[in-house]
């Protein structure tokens, strides 16, 4: 393993030294490919913009996370910050490093955005943003450029994957029941889920080094002891991936919803669509107890698989009925 990580020691010291000018923008670059900001994009295709293209990109997005989750648990690498005192700790993370899920999901989001529009311009724009969200998180010393180029292969071989299957999937899935159509997702989801369990218990007696979690502990004292070996990431993205995949062929049955209209009623149906999302997230979040039990792993998959049916068919149909759409 020190000999994947070792060489990048010297890349990331050498980005950190540029000076402190440069935290700002990496910060918000490193927001761009993080979960909060993919909350926001989803949703806002979906709704505002193009229903096919943003629940295309949530599916592919919500995949790849569910493989990165898994695949960090199986890898056990650490964060630079946590075995090197010559990187400076300028971000917290507390699950395992490799790949980077900032640089595989940027990759898979903006990646599949890319290969919708193909123009050479928007190519260029989106390849931009995949560099900086991916260099992002070598100048906030949470990961290696091994991390970061585990991420990107792993998303590159998905989008081919998607990019080879995707057509003939969906002429054969059109074509069948609606009950069929459903079952895709469902065992899409479940597979992800099962395969990320089973890493999980593979994993489970893995020790977590004392000095990791004590070079993690004193940067950031006022956070959380780091988890990495907790499987909620692993439940959390393909409970999603189930409600937005179910969403997404209720919806197409339906076929009722247009995200275009006049500007102001799309931000209407932003902020309804994003109050819904907080309500059945905290309401149905309030539900499962502390702890990583199997009760509570359970009610994080439904609570996010809600989430996940909320934007692709929830929300759309409450817009119809509220005449916002």
Request: with cysteine; charged share 10%.
């Amino acid at each position: 393993m020190d000999a994947w990580l070792n060489w990048g020691i010297p890349i990331i010291v050498a980005l950190q030294s540029a000076g402190e000018w440069l935290l700002a923008p990496m910060q918000l670059f490193s927001f761009l490919g993080g979960e909060p900001f993919f909350l926001l994009v989803m949703p806002a295709v979906v709704w505002c913009l193009d229903v096919r293209v943003g629940l295309r990109m949530g599916l592919v997005l919500l995949t790849s996370a569910s493989l990165n989750n898994a695949i960090k648990l199986a890898f056990g690498w650490p964060r630079p910050y946590w075995v090197s005192t010559q990187v400076q700790a300028l971000a917290h993370e507390g699950s395992f490093g490799m790949p980077s899920g900032h640089a595989q999901n940027a990759l898979a989001l903006w990646g599949t955005l890319a290969m919708v529009l193909r123009r050479r311009g928007a190519v260029i724009a989106l390849g931009t943003l995949i560099f900086l969200i991916s260099l992002s998180r070598l100048y906030l010393g949470v990961h290696f450029p091994s991390d970061v180029l585990g991420g990107w292969a792993i998303a590159a071989i998905l989008l081919l994957a998607i990019a080879w299957a995707e057509r003939p999937v969906e002429a054969w899935l059109v074509r069948r029941p609606l009950g069929v159509q459903i079952l895709a997702p469902v065992a899409l989801s479940l597979g992800l889920l099962a395969a990320g369990v089973w890493v999980a218990q593979q994993t489970a007696d893995r020790v977590v080094p004392a000095t990791w979690s004590v070079a993690a502990d004193a940067a950031f004292p006022e956070e959380d002891p780091i988890d990495p070996n907790s499987p909620n990431g692993i439940f959390s993205a393909s409970g999603t991936l189930l409600g937005l995949g179910v969403g997404a062929v209720l919806l197409r049955g339906w076929g009722r919803f247009s995200a275009q209209g006049p500007i102001p009623q799309r931000l209407t149906r932003m902020i309804a669509g994003l109050l819904g999302i907080l309500v059945i997230y905290y309401g149905l979040g309030a539900l499962r107890p502390p702890g990583a039990d199997y009760l509570a792993q359970v009610l994080r998959f439904a609570n996010y698989a809600a989430v996940g049916l909320w934007i692709a068919f929830g929300a759309p149909w409450t817009f119809v009925r509220l005449r916002l759409a």
